[in-house]
């Protein structure tokens, strides 16, 4: 889950540090899809964390209401990604204003980022209540249901968030031989243009942003 977490706070820090040196709107519109992306992603990891994942944990652990600390934390900053994702959405390119955007991405990172802290640690504890390959199974199979998105957008954002040199190394998310490859030269096609904005190429190696530092 660290991995996963890690590469949202990328993501919004691309984000933040790339919005005030756009001026082409071609850029911009991009940029745009990209934020909006971003938004829509986290915002759906967390409504499968609530219906899904969280429910499944505490059933294994047997402990109703464990995470519901979690869950209320997510309504709590809830509204702010919802605006960033308007924001994203339905702003056209003449209208686009760096100031704003900069300035909700800093009302939501400071409970965004608690929030990712403290989740891990409230997970980690549960490895004292129950069967850890029950509850990574859990894991898994919201893993799975999270990869039916859209094949075109959360594929080559995710994999650019992600850092392979992270720790020393990692293997996050876990695919099947080639699928990068795939997502590179097919999935990533079509919004090429957004993922000129990740931090990471769709092998996960790091690289200079394309705008700003």
């Not at 890690?6 to 756009?22: C, D, K, T, V």
């Not at 409230?122 to 859990?138: A, I, P, Q, S, W």
């Not at 968030?161 to 695919?175: I, K, Y």
Request: proline share 6%; net charge negative.
């Amino acid at each position: 889950m660290r991995h996963a977490h890690n590469a949202m706070l990328r993501g919004l820090n691309s984000i933040y540090h790339q919005a005030p040196h756009l001026t082409s709107p071609n850029d911009i519109t991009d940029f745009l899809f990209f934020v909006r992306s971003w938004a829509e992603w986290v915002s759906h990891h967390h409504v499968i964390e609530e219906e899904r994942m969280f429910p499944g944990f505490e059933r294994v652990i047997g402990r109703e209401g464990y995470l519901g600390g979690e869950v209320e934390e997510h309504h709590g900053f809830q509204p702010l990604l919802s605006k960033l994702l308007e924001y994203g959405k339905g702003t056209k390119a003449g209208e686009y204003n760096p100031g704003v955007l900069k300035k909700m991405i800093e009302d939501l990172a400071g409970p965004f980022r608690e929030h990712l802290a403290g989740e891990i640690e409230t997970l980690l504890r549960m490895e004292g209540y129950g069967d850890g390959d029950k509850l990574l199974e859990v894991y898994k199979e919201c893993e799975a249901e999270a990869g039916t998105q859209d094949k075109n957008v959360v594929p080559p954002m995710v994999l650019g968030l992600r850092d392979v040199t992270f720790e020393g190394g990692n293997n996050w998310p876990a695919m099947p031989p080639l699928s990068a490859w795939f997502v590179h030269y097919i999935f990533a096609r079509k919004h090429a243009g957004a993922w000129r904005f990740l931090p990471c190429d769709t092998w996960g190696r790091p690289r200079q942003l394309a705008f700003g530092k």
